[in-house]
């Protein structure tokens, strides 16, 4: 299953698209920098986004 992340330098946030279908992603979440974003299958893990806070 596909799985899009999106890194907004801009808005200091990133969000994780997921569960696509033919009218586009049927999930999504957005966290601000410095809150760990939840990644769903097949990688199932949860990015430290404490770097991009950094780097903003």
């Known amino acids: 299953m596909p799985v899009y992340l ?3 330098m801009q808005e200091h946030e ?3 698209f997921s569960d696509p279908s033919p009218q ?3 999930a999504h979440r957005t966290v601000s920098f410095g809150t760990p ?3 769903p ?3 199932s893990c949860e990015i ?6 950094a780097a903003g």
């Open 37 to 39: 974003l939840p990644v």
């Open 48 to 53: 430290d986004t404490t770097a991009f806070k």
């Open 14 to 16: 990133i969000t994780c």
């Open 6 to 8: 999106v890194v907004d």
């Open 24 to 26: 586009g992603y049927r």
């Open 41 to 43: 299958a097949p990688f």
